[in-house]
C-alpha cells in the first residue's frame, strides 16, 4: 500500500507475529521501504532486528532415604544390626516449559565422600538419551525417581550426608542444574547387656 510522507514526518506500523520463544530460534526481521518523490529519483531503506531467545531451562531434584523396612533415616532408632542397606531415592522434576536432556547427575554420600555418576539410574528407567519433558509430555510420570541401595554403618553415631546434582540442557538452550541433600545422624548403638553371671558356687 502507498502512502504520502512529508518532509518532517513520521510514521510506523505494526503486526503481530505469533513465535516460540522456547524453541531457541534466532529470529530475523528485515524491512523494506521504496520511496518515490514528485518529479525525482526514487530511493530505498532498509532495516534488519534479530532476536536470539534461548529457552528456559528448570530442573529440580530432591532426595529421600529409608531403611530396609521404609523407615526415614532421620528416625532410624538405635539398630540391634549395625551395617544395614539404606535405600537412596532421587525424585526429578521439569516444571517446563521445555524439554530438556539430562547431561550429568552425580552423587556424593559422606562419609566415605567422593562423586558417584548415577546418570546410569536413569537412563535405565526412561532410556538414553534421557530426555524429560514438561508434565503431560512424557511416556513416564512426573517427578521420576530412582534409587539405589548403600550398604552403612548405623553403629558409628556420626552424622551421613547425601548430595545430588543434576545438570540438563534444552535444544538450543543453555544449561541449567539443581542440587538435592539429605541429612541424618545415626543412632548411638544399642547398649550390651551385661553377661549373666553364672551360678555361684
Do not use: H, W
Not at 3 to 25: H, K, Q, S, W, Y
Not at 26 to 53: F, H, K
Not at 129 to 152: H, K, M, Q, R, Y
Not at 183 to 201: D, K, L, R, S
Request: charged share 20%.
Amino acid at each position: 500500500n502507498e502512502r504520502e510522507i512529508c518532509p518532517g514526518e513520521t510514521f510506523a506500523v505494526e503486526e503481530t507475529v505469533d513465535t516460540d520463544l522456547c524453541a531457541g530460534n534466532t529470529y530475523t526481521t528485515n524491512t523494506l521501504v521504496d520511496a518515490n518523490p514528485p518529479n525525482g529519483d526514487s530511493c530505498q531503506a532498509t532495516d534488519e532486528y534479530i532476536v536470539t531467545q534461548n529457552p528456559p531451562c528448570d530442573v529440580t531434584v530432591e532426595v529421600t532415604c529409608e531403611d530396609s523396612e521404609g523407615t526415614d533415616c532421620e528416625d532410624i532408632e538405635a539398630p540391634e544390626d549395625c551395617v544395614q542397606d539404606l535405600t537412596y531415592t532421587y525424585c526429578i522434576d521439569n516444571p517446563g516449559p521445555t524439554c530438556m536432556e539430562v547431561t550429568d547427575f552425580v552423587r556424593t554420600i559422606t562419609p566415605p565422600g567422593g562423586e558417584v555418576s548415577i546418570l546410569g539410574l536413569l537412563t535405565a528407567e526412561i532410556g538414553n538419551p534421557p530426555v524429560i519433558c514438561p508434565p503431560g509430555e512424557n511416556a513416564f510420570d512426573l517427578p521420576i525417581c530412582v534409587s539405589e541401595e548403600v550398604s552403612t554403618n548405623l553403629c558409628t553415631n556420626e552424622k551421613i550426608s547425601v548430595t545430588t546434582k543434576i545438570t540438563a540442557a534444552p535444544p538450543n538452550g543453555d544449561m541449567c542444574m539443581d542440587t538435592g541433600m539429605y541429612m541424618f545422624t545415626v543412632p548411638t548403638p544399642a547398649p550390651t547387656p551385661p553377661p549373666t553371671p553364672g551360678p555361684t558356687p
